[in-house]
């Protein structure tokens, strides 16, 4: 082989993927689901042997048709100053006899500082069947946002917009994962 052909081999290996940026890609690709990424972007780098804090809550809380504050579903600390890539998911069912809307929010806020955040809207349908099934609704949501110190990332969500007296709605499998990143570049696309 060529000094030239080594050359080139050796290039190329560096393009190689690293598995810390293959599952960012997939989260990322997860969490934000349909339309989302048509409203901006986000470039990250540094994320190899970054440190990820996560927390999660399977179990969940349940709503009563009654209640439609906003409860906090999961907070995830962030122990230290950085940039901070976050994503969440939460599962809404409605085991009621009347459709709801599910309104949910990430929000990253480190001190008094201004918070960033990303809110997502689902409709769930009534309870169906004759056994009374829950109607199911994933909401994934994503933030970035650069702590100036320690700081959370809370998940949040109420009921909003319900029909025919009220929903009871049940929130399970609630996630939060964040990444820490040398950089971040957050910008709005125009077009």
């Known amino acids: 082989m060529s000094k030239g052909d080594q050359m080139r081999l050796q290039s190329l290996s560096r393009l190689r993927p690293r598995p ?40 969940g809380k349940s709503v009563p048709p009654t209640d439609n504050s906003f409860h906090t579903l999961a907070t995830d600390t962030i122990p230290s100053a950085g940039n901070y890539w976050a994503v969440g998911k939460v599962s809404v069912s409605d085991s009621s006899s009347n459709p709801a809307r599910a309104l949910c929010t990430l929000t990253a806020r480190s001190g008094s500082g201004a918070a960033d955040f ?9 309870a169906s069947g004759t056994n009374g099934s829950a109607n199911q609704a994933t909401i994934p949501l994503e933030v970035v946002h650069h702590f100036s110190g320690r700081g959370t990332i809370k ?22 994962i964040a990444t820490k990143a040398s950089s971040l570049s957050n910008r709005a696309v125009t077009h």
């Open 155 to 176: 998940l949040a969500c109420q009921q909003n917009g319900t029909s025919g007296g009220g929903a009871t709605l049940n929130y399970s499998y609630i996630k939060i």
């Open 20 to 59: 810390a940026g293959v599952i960012a890609v997939v989260a990322l690709s997860v969490a934000l689901g349909g339309t989302a990424a048509a409203t901006g972007y986000h470039v990250l780098s540094g994320a190899q042997g970054a440190p990820v804090y996560a927390v999660y809550n399977d179990s």
């Open 118 to 126: 990303d809110t997502s809207v689902a409709t769930v349908d009534a």
